[in-house]
């Protein structure tokens, strides 16, 4: 198998717009057909790696900041409803699940600025802390979409509000450039296990 970049108004070269379950996030098909490539246009495998880090990181960095919205949107939520004469966020079951959000949040951010440094500063370290930030992400940002959901009640469920599409979100990035389990896999490889 070969990557090659080509030309987007080279002859056999077309794309159209494709639907997706996030209605936010633009989704497109491309198509070759008959599309002749000479071998100055093949990447190397270190250039791969190289786009491989820099896709993953950017599409990490995307899903710091829907996990980070979701977790304030959920915040300010718990904050504004009241139920039993209360905000919700005074419960435990709400509290506990959104400090759990927050601190994964957290930790995905510090390993994924320590991930981006290395990519200008030390990029023999990238490609590892960069798969540690999108597979420690990969779950976390999917179980925050699910608890953003679950704690706007029945309403997060609806168009109405927005808890639905950072799951959505979730669930379109977690398989981007790698899911969880690839790039744990890929750790494993880098460190020699």
């Given at each position: 198998?070969?990557l090659?970049l080509?030309?987007?108004?080279a002859p056999g070269?077309?794309?159209?717009?494709?639907p997706g379950?996030?209605l936010?996030?633009r989704l497109?098909?491309?198509?070759?057909q008959d599309v002749?490539?000479g071998a100055d246009?093949?990447l190397?495998?270190?250039?791969l790696?190289?786009?491989l880090d820099?896709a993953?990181?950017a599409?990490?960095?995307e899903?710091?900041?829907?996990?980070?919205?979701?977790?304030?949107?959920?915040s300010e939520?718990?904050?504004?409803?009241?139920?039993?004469?209360?905000?919700?966020g005074?419960?435990?079951?709400?509290?506990?699940p959104?400090?759990?959000?927050?601190v994964d949040?957290e930790?995905a951010?510090?390993?994924?600025?320590?991930?981006?440094?290395?990519l200008d500063?030390s990029?023999?370290?990238?490609?590892?802390?960069?798969?540690?930030?999108?597979a420690?992400?990969?779950d976390?940002?999917?179980?925050?979409?699910?608890?953003?959901?679950?704690?706007h009640?029945?309403?997060?469920?609806?168009?109405?509000?927005?808890?639905h599409?950072y799951?959505k979100?979730s669930?379109w990035?977690?398989?981007?450039?790698?899911?969880?389990?690839f790039?744990?896999?890929?750790?494993?490889?880098l460190?020699?296990l």
């Amino acid at each position: 198998m070969f990557l090659a970049l080509v030309e987007s108004d080279a002859p056999g070269v077309s794309a159209e717009d494709w639907p997706g379950m996030d209605l936010t996030k633009r989704l497109g098909r491309l198509s070759l057909q008959d599309v002749r490539v000479g071998a100055d246009a093949l990447l190397s495998g270190a250039a791969l790696g190289r786009i491989l880090d820099r896709a993953t990181a950017a599409v990490t960095c995307e899903m710091i900041g829907a996990a980070e919205g979701a977790v304030a949107l959920t915040s300010e939520f718990a904050k504004q409803r009241i139920q039993f004469g209360d905000p919700i966020g005074r419960y435990q079951a709400v509290k506990h699940p959104l400090a759990e959000m927050h601190v994964d949040v957290e930790s995905a951010k510090s390993l994924l600025y320590y991930a981006a440094w290395c990519l200008d500063d030390s990029p023999d370290e990238a490609p590892r802390y960069v798969s540690m930030a999108k597979a420690l992400l990969s779950d976390a940002f999917a179980r925050i979409g699910i608890d953003a959901v679950q704690l706007h009640g029945a309403v997060g469920y609806t168009w109405e509000y927005d808890p639905h599409l950072y799951l959505k979100r979730s669930k379109w990035a977690r398989p981007m450039y790698g899911d969880s389990g690839f790039h744990y896999d890929r750790i494993a490889e880098l460190g020699g296990l």
